[in-house]
């Protein structure tokens, strides 16, 4: 009498020698025996392959429901891999996640998960992809020779939360957690950008190392990106840039090969230097010396010495300069703040709502690098408008804000959440509460726990009893967590 292991050698004889249809049929025979896990996982990846061979999506996810319960069923990544890719390229790739997810289920190591992530954003959904990642970052941690998985999981973890400022923490913990040494080029600007989403300086400077490691292939496409970016990033820092940050910029700028180009971006950035270490009138001054070497500026820092001088002023010289204004996003951007700042004092409420319109499409544009200080108090201040009209404009305004602020506002995001949540937009408030922990503001965890308190009695008063308990459980962890530590995802 034939052993199991005869059968299955039998069967795959058949395979190779009569094809994938006639062996299917033997395989699903044998899986209704009892036999060792290790034979049973053999039998269901030949199985598979048949099933792949034949483009039988059916018998795929009846034959993945088996496999997931196999018990020390040995290693057979390697051709699950090939087969996900050959589902893939027949593109059948919801079938190649149900195969991808029945091997990552039956061995969860981090490998698998990591083929389960690169599946199902195959398929778009992006969601359950950058949970898989998590899972494939976290096993990898834990195994043997898995730094390579540890990385690129991270990495693409990174990329999906990049833009997305309420996911800033945790996009600059995994970028930050990785050795990006080994990296390809590709990965290491993932991480760079990654890293600049960071509360800590030093943290930023390790990703504009990287961008200035790529940016010495400036003939490149990936090389000029990475030098944009960060010059970018001076400029979405303005005043808040530090000297250890500028000297890696400046590093990078050193790279760009026109030499007209290099002299003016470097003197742009000693300009944006002396501004951010200056005072009182040394910056005023600074500020004024910029128009020498940024002739656009020229035009907004006349309105602005017309707005000091009086809000009559102030609208006289936009009207004469405004065309001049508005030759990039962030100078028009700058331009609408003083305006919103103007109709703010003289309580023009429908020219005001106007305005933080126009601020938010900007936002929602994509074009905004540089955030002005008058965007930031005019949005603080529409939040707390008796007028509904200026606190919905404020509302979509702080949410552009939170979309792509680096650093903390002038007066932190506490204080925008607070506006937030009096506005009656919690959601965006937690938000703001999560980027006010990420940059380590004192009482932003507190706070955050009592808005969290404060939506489990508002649950609890409309009778969601278990979304009430939830909600409160969450609020006693974060009173209760260590300060910093508490903050959610």
């Not at 970052?137 to 833009?163: F, H, I, Q, W, Y």
Request: aromatic fraction near 4%; charge should be neutral; charged fraction near 25%.
């Amino acid at each position: 009498m034939l052993s199991n292991a005869d059968l299955v050698a039998a069967a795959e004889h058949v395979e190779r020698t009569v094809g994938p249809f006639i062996a299917l049929e033997g395989y699903k025979r044998l899986l209704k025996r009892e036999m060792p896990g290790e034979l049973r996982a053999r039998t269901s990846v030949a199985a598979f392959r048949c099933a792949v061979k034949l483009g039988d999506e059916k018998e795929v996810h009846a034959v993945a429901e088996l496999y997931t319960l196999i018990a020390a069923g040995g290693e057979h990544l390697a051709e699950i891999i090939t087969l996900c890719k050959s589902l893939v390229t027949q593109g059948r790739r919801s079938t190649a996640v149900v195969l991808a997810r029945a091997e990552a289920e039956r061995d969860p190591r981090a490998r698998a998960y990591y083929l389960l992530g690169r599946c199902l954003e195959l398929t778009g959904d992006s969601k359950r992809a950058f949970e898989a990642f998590g899972h494939a970052a976290s096993l990898a941690d834990k195994e043997t020779n898995c730094t390579d998985v540890a990385l690129a999981a991270r990495a693409k973890r990174v990329e999906r939360m990049l833009g997305d400022q309420s996911s800033a923490s945790l996009a600059f913990a995994d970028a930050a957690a990785v050795d990006p040494a080994t990296a390809p080029p590709q990965q290491k600007l993932v991480i760079a950008l990654g890293r600049l989403r960071s509360p800590s300086k030093f943290v930023r400077a390790s990703g504009l190392s990287l961008l200035e490691e790529l940016g010495r292939y400036p003939t490149t496409s990936l090389g000029r990106y990475a030098i944009r970016m960060a010059v970018e990033h001076a400029d979405a820092l303005g005043d808040a840039l530090t000297a250890v940050e500028a000297d890696r910029i400046g590093a990078a700028i050193r790279h760009v090969p026109d030499e007209v180009a290099r002299s003016a971006a470097l003197s742009r950035l000693l300009s944006l230097i002396k501004i951010a270490s200056a005072k009182g009138d040394a910056r005023v001054d600074a500020i004024a010396a910029a128009g020498d070497v940024a002739p656009e500026l020229m035009p907004l820092l006349r309105r602005v010495r017309a707005f000091v001088g009086g809000e009559q002023a102030a609208h006289s010289s936009h009207s004469a300069s405004a065309p001049d204004v508005a030759t990039t996003p962030s100078l028009h951007l700058s331009s609408l703040g003083l305006d919103a700042v103007a109709e703010l004092k003289s309580n023009r409420v429908q020219r005001l709502a106007e305005l933080l319109h126009e601020v938010a499409k900007l936002f929602h544009s994509g074009a905004v690098a540089t955030i002005p200080p008058s965007i930031w108090i005019t949005t603080r201040l529409a939040l707390d408008a008796p007028h509904p009209t200026v606190r919905e404009a404020g509302v979509l305004v702080a949410e552009g804000l939170l979309a792509v602020a680096i650093v903390a506002p002038p007066m932190g995001f506490s204080k925008l959440a607070s506006g937030l949540d009096a506005a009656g937009r919690r959601d965006l408030a937690m938000r703001a509460c999560n980027a006010a922990i990420a940059a380590r503001e004192d009482g932003a965890q507190n706070l955050y726990a009592g808005i969290l308190r404060d939506e489990g009695w508002a649950l609890a008063a409309c009778g969601q009893r278990e979304a009430a308990i939830a909600a409160l459980r969450r609020a006693r962890e974060q009173f209760n967590a260590p300060n910093g530590s508490g903050q959610e995802s």
